[in-house]
């Protein structure tokens, strides 16, 4: 599994999610920008599904919605929200990096069984994301607001991949990310119109390159691109083997930050990553 095209792609993809928050928050509210990056998702795929006349997940809409909100607004919505607030994103990262563990926990509820040796995966999976987090880890402007927001987004997303890989695993792509979409829009516009006055922050958004060109990969590589690879690998692997993916992407955000930003990535940030991919590697490994 971990040699295949399709979880390195995805690892790719979800790990610029964190980039994207640096490019596109200075210039927009968090909830503003999600409507934005929602809206325009729904703009590109409904006309497909029509024109491709995608089939309709009858008697699943009511589950792939749920899913949705839990995995897109609940998750997206919370961690935003928390580094808007001073969340520093180590200490983001390293919460939202549990979310492993708790899947393993909650396993025997999809009827899977965690084996032992995943289990050290798990442990060493979290102490490598513990460790490339540790150079950047700070609690300044830490508040029990943004970290709620943070746990939050950690059960959310937890508990919409679970909620999925039980109740509505196998739909077309196409038509069930609408839904979801669609589903996690109708959730967060109301709040974007309460607590940022959705209007007066569309007026304020500042319509940069930089900001472009983040709302475009964040609808086109993210919402759409790393979203299909993750129900691909919901469909045909363990939850607990999917998630544990997720180990890599602050090692490979890490890489990316370095590259782009010049952020520091020392030794112990190396070693972290070493032992993330071991981690992974003994829970996905037959």
């Known amino acids: 599994?971990?040699?295949?095209?399709?979880?390195?792609?995805?690892?790719?993809?979800?790990?610029t999610g964190f980039i994207v928050a640096k490019f596109g928050l200075p210039y927009a509210p968090p909830l503003t920008f999600l409507v934005l990056r929602f809206a325009g998702v729904l703009l590109l795929l409904v006309p497909l599904i029509l024109v491709m006349r995608a089939p309709w997940?009858?008697?699943?809409?009511?589950?792939?919605?749920?899913?949705?909100?839990l995995v897109h607004a609940g998750y997206l919505a919370g961690v935003w929200c928390a580094i808007k607030l001073g969340m520093p994103a180590g200490l983001s990262a390293l919460i939202v990096g549990m979310q492993p563990i708790l899947t393993?926990?909650?396993?025997?509820?999809?009827?899977?069984?965690?084996?032992?040796r995943q289990w050290l995966g798990l442990v060493f999976g979290l102490g490598g994301v513990a460790l490339v987090v540790a150079a950047k880890m700070s609690l300044v402007g830490l508040s029990w607001q943004s970290l709620a927001l943070c746990v939050g987004a950690l059960c959310s997303i937890t508990a919409g991949t679970?909620?999925?890989?039980?109740?509505?695993?196998?739909?077309d792509l196409r038509a069930g990310t609408v839904i979801q979409y669609g589903?996690?829009?109708?959730?967060?516009?109301?709040?974007a119109i309460l607590f940022e006055g959705l209007t007066p922050?569309?007026?304020?958004?500042?319509?940069?390159p930089r900001f472009v060109g983040a709302l475009l990969w964040s609808i086109l590589a993210l919402s759409i691109g790393a979203?299909?690879?993750?129900?691909?690998?919901?469909?045909?692997?363990?939850?607990?083997?999917?998630?544990?993916?997720l180990y890599l992407t602050p090692p490979t955000t890490a890489v990316m930050a370095w590259l782009m930003f010049g952020e520091a990535f020392n030794w112990l940030g190396i070693a972290g990553m070493v032992l993330a991919v071991v981690g992974v590697i003994f829970v996905v490994k037959k």
Do not use: N
């Open 201 to 208: 922050a569309l007026a304020s958004v500042e319509w940069t």
């Open 227 to 245: 979203i299909f690879l993750l129900f691909a690998l919901i469909r045909r692997s363990d939850a607990t083997q999917v998630t544990s993916l």
């Open 1 to 15: 599994m971990l040699l295949s095209p399709i979880p390195l792609f995805f690892v790719f993809l979800w790990s």
């Open 104 to 116: 393993a926990f909650a396993a025997p509820l999809l009827g899977e069984t965690v084996r032992p």
């Open 57 to 69: 997940p009858h008697g699943k809409v009511r589950h792939i919605a749920v899913a949705g909100v």
């Open 162 to 171: 679970l909620y999925q890989k039980r109740y509505c695993a196998q739909f």
């Open 183 to 191: 589903a996690a829009a109708v959730v967060l516009l109301p709040l």
